[in-house]
């Protein structure tokens, strides 16, 4: 009995370990490399691309946080970074056959997030799973329905759901700053339900339950194109920026990423993860 207890108290400690411990891929290790420019490099037709030398990242299930997802459909994450001096710019790859990116009753669309330590200790890293109290991450996290909103308009209730019926909308008959309310998290302005500005939102988050937006001190700027199976999302960054995570040309810090494959019903906490910060440095 004594040593069963013994042991349950080794795997215990084991377990929260992995939880709360900091973990580091000392190898590989993604060099922002430098291009010519001022301007955002936030598209991921950008040719400046071809100047980084990509880095695959193992995407795991993640299975310590209730909901899990113990099967997940993106295993390998293929990442890039370049930057001018102005902006940092990250360049995400990964094979998912269907573009997951309209929302509807029971379903869910593709997405993509990238984490920051915001107080960058190379020594001291926070929590990987969305930092903790004391140690916060910056969050930002691309949507494919923001995109396809962005690009196309938001989808009426016909395209979402051709073969409903109804006969009236409140908006149809009730004046706006009415038929408003009925519009839930939207009509409260919302920025999660807006997406106005972009595709990608910053975050920042202090552990489990406490992912905020951060409004209009909003700098994360990007955009995601789906072609031939392949998802290729870019997000960038002002360097020098005077709050949120602090990136110069020649600094480091470390980036984790999370992928929602949205067809495997990958929502939340239901993910595909990568267990290790990897390194981030930024040439001169």
Do not use: C
């Not at 042991?7 to 993604?30: E, H, S």
């Not at 995407?59 to 459909?73: I, K, S």
């Not at 595709?199 to 209009?216: K, N, S």
Request: no cysteine; hydrophobic share 40%.
């Amino acid at each position: 009995m004594r040593v069963n207890t013994q042991i349950q108290t080794v795997l215990a400690t084991a377990t929260l370990m992995a939880v709360v411990t900091p973990l580091w891929a000392a190898d590989p290790v993604l060099v922002a490399a430098k291009v010519d420019g001022t301007a955002p490099l936030g598209d991921p037709a950008g040719g400046y691309w071809n100047s980084a030398k990509p880095v695959e990242v193992a995407m795991e299930a993640q299975t310590t946080v209730a909901p899990a997802q113990p099967v997940v459909t993106v295993t390998k994450l293929n990442v890039r970074a370049v930057q001018n001096g102005k902006f940092l710019g990250l360049l995400l790859e990964w094979r998912d056959g269907s573009a997951d990116n309209l929302l509807v009753t029971d379903g869910f669309g593709d997405q993509v997030a990238v984490e920051f330590p915001i107080d960058y200790k190379k020594d001291d890293l926070p929590n990987i799973m969305m930092g903790e109290t004391g140690k916060p991450v910056s969050i930002w996290q691309w949507r494919a329905p923001l995109q396809h909103d962005k690009d196309k308009g938001k989808p009426t209730t016909r395209q979402l759901y051709p073969n409903s019926n109804y006969d009236l909308y409140p908006d149809q008959v009730l004046p706006a700053e009415t038929s408003v309310l009925y519009t839930g998290a939207h009509g409260l302005g919302n920025p999660v339900s807006e997406g106005k500005r972009s595709a990608v939102m910053e975050m920042v988050a202090e552990g489990f339950g406490t992912l905020t937006h951060v409004g209009d001190q909003q700098r994360v700027d990007g955009g995601g194109v789906h072609q031939g199976g392949v998802w290729r999302v870019a997000m960038t960054y002002p360097l020098g920026a005077e709050s949120g995570i602090q990136l110069a040309p020649g600094g480091e810090t470390a980036v984790g990423f999370a992928v929602w494959d949205g067809g495997n019903k990958d929502v939340g906490s239901r993910k595909a993860w990568a267990a290790t910060w990897l390194p981030l440095q930024l040439t001169q």
